[in-house]
């Protein structure tokens, strides 16, 4: 299967614990993003990367949140100190050239990894 | 600031019969648009796009899309429902400005009924 992967698929962690969630994005694509999903919401934006770079990270909470997309490896998304309010599914989907393109480009999700904050 | 409004929360159509769902966007230049499909537990499916051209969009599953730029609408279509349609439909407006960002709406749940 070449899709977006995540995991986990589910975690649970208590307040005051730090949450850690991989993408590994399509064979071929090197752009990654992350969108958080709040109960009875639409998919909000929070982050976009490129290998070793953060192109947009607009929709980041100023504390706590924080991204990468390290050369090798997956990407990260790690949340510190965790509370109540941060349990959410949080989505990456992946794209071939991004802002590369000057152009239209077309994401791809994985399945989502469904938080929850005990 | 782009943004996409689907006015319906909630829609319950019978197995056969036709099917719209609405999605009225806001944005500043001509917009790359976007049907996703959202089953419980799942990730999003991408159902359909425009970028530009025709504007009537054909996609997955037997769904199509019109884009309007004088309603600045991209309603979804389908003229026969299928049980297995049941899921949240979600709208999105690509940012062209180079961020790339996705801006969703929020989200019509289908409902089938047999």
């Known amino acids: 299967n070449a899709g977006v992967m995540q995991n986990p698929r589910h975690l649970v962690r208590r307040r005051g614990q730090e949450a850690r969630l991989r993408c590994s994005p399509m064979k071929g694509h090197s752009h990654v993003y992350w969108y958080r999903q709040l109960p009875e919401e639409g998919l909000k934006f929070m982050v976009y990367?490129?290998?070793?770079?953060?192109?947009?990270e607009s929709g980041m909470p100023k504390e706590r949140f924080s991204a990468e997309f390290p050369k090798e490896g997956p990407s990260i998304l790690r949340i510190q100190q965790v509370v109540r309010g941060d349990s959410a599914a949080y989505f990456c989907a992946s794209s071939p050239t991004g802002i590369l393109a000057g152009g239209p480009d077309t994401q791809y999700f994985g399945p989502g990894t469904r938080l929850t904050v005990l | 600031a782009q943004s996409v409004t689907q006015p319906d929360i909630h829609i319950t159509v019978s197995e056969g019969a036709s099917l719209e769902l609405r999605c009225n966007y806001s944005y500043g230049a001509t917009p790359y648009l976007f049907w996703y499909v959202q089953s419980p537990g799942q990730g999003l499916q991408l159902l359909l796009k425009y970028f530009s051209g025709d504007t009537l969009v054909q996609g997955i599953k037997g769904f199509e899309a019109e884009f309007k730029r004088s309603q600045s609408s991209f309603n979804l279509r389908k003229p026969s429902v299928h049980w297995s349609d049941a899921a949240e439909y979600f709208c999105a407006v690509g940012d062209t400005g180079g961020g790339n960002k996705l801006t969703f709406g929020t989200g019509t749940q289908l409902k089938v009924e047999l």
């Open positions: 990367l490129q290998k070793e770079n953060i192109i947009d």
